[in-house]
C-alpha cells in the first residue's frame, strides 16, 4: 500500500524539525528562483516539498549512504500523492541532496528518466542541497532568503538573513553544495548575509 509522504516521514525519522526547516528554506528559494531566473511549474514545487521531508529518511536503514536509502525507501513504499514517474523524480532529488551529483553515465537509475526529468532533478535537487546546508546544523537559525540574479554575467547572489543580527550561522556547508545548482541553472552563485 502506497505511503503518504507525513505517514513515511512519521515512520523513518525520529526528527521532524529538520526535514521541515529544509522544505521552509526550499520553498523561500525555489519561490527566489521563480521570480528572479526562471518560472517552473507548480508541480515541481510540490516535488521539491516531498523530497526535501524525505531527503534524510533513509538514516532509519544506515547513516553513512543514508542519502540512497531515502531513495529506495521512497521507491519501495511509493507515494500516495503522486504518480510512479513523480515518485522516482522525487526519489533521485532526495537521493542527490548530498554525495554525489547525478550522472547518466555512472548511475543506472537515474539513466531511467528522461533528458527532461533529469534536468527537474539537478535543478530541484540543486536547490535542495543549499537549503540542507543552510540547516546543517539543526538549529533553524536563517529567517529568509532572497536572490538577486544579473543575467548578463549569469550571477545568483543568495542573501540570507539570519534570525538574530548578532549572530551568523555558518554557511560553508552550503556554500559548497551550491555545485548542483549552478549546473542545473548555469550560473554561478554565492551568499552572503543581508547587510
Known amino acids: 500500500m502506497l505511503m503518504s509522504v507525513d505517514d513515511m516521514l512519521r ?3 525520529n526528527d521532524s524539525a529538520h526535514p521541515r526547516e529544509v522544505r521552509r528554506l526550499s520553498m523561500m528559494i525555489f519561490d527566489e528562483v521563480c521570480e528572479k531566473i526562471l518560472e517552473l511549474p507548480n508541480k ?8 526535501a ?9 544506515n547513516s553513512k549512504s543514508h542519502n540512497k536509502e531515502s531513495q529506495k525507501l521512497i521507491l519501495d513504499n511509493g507515494l500516495k500523492e ?11 532529488i532526495a537521493r542527490y541532496h548530498r554525495g554525489s551529483l547525478p550522472d547518466k553515465r555512472e548511475h543506472d537509475f537515474y539513466n531511467t528518466l528522461d533528458k527532461q526529468e533529469r534536468k527537474i532533478v539537478k535543478r530541484l535537487a540543486g ?8 540547516d546543517r546544523a539543526h538549529l533553524s537559525l536563517i ?3 532572497k536572490i538577486n540574479y544579473n543575467e548578463d554575467d ?3 547572489e543568495f542573501i540570507l538573513t539570519p534570525n538574530t543580527y548578532e549572530y551568523h550561522p555558518d554557511i560553508s556547508y552550503a556554500a ?7 549546473i542545473a541553472f548555469k550560473a554561478q552563485s554565492f551568499l552572503r548575509f543581508e547587510k
Open 176 to 182: 559548497r553544495k551550491r555545485d548542483l545548482f549552478e
Open 53 to 61: 521531508l524525505l531527503h534524510d529518511i533513509g538514516y532509519a536503514v
Open 11 to 13: 515512520e523513518y525519522s
Open 143 to 145: 529567517k529568509k532568503i
Open 154 to 156: 549569469a550571477l545568483v
Open 44 to 51: 515541481h514545487r510540490n516535488y521539491l516539498e516531498a523530497a
Open 127 to 134: 536547490i535542495l542541497r543549499i537549503a540542507d546546508g543552510l
Open 82 to 92: 503522486f504518480n510512479n514517474t513523480e515518485t522516482k523524480i522525487i526519489s533521485c
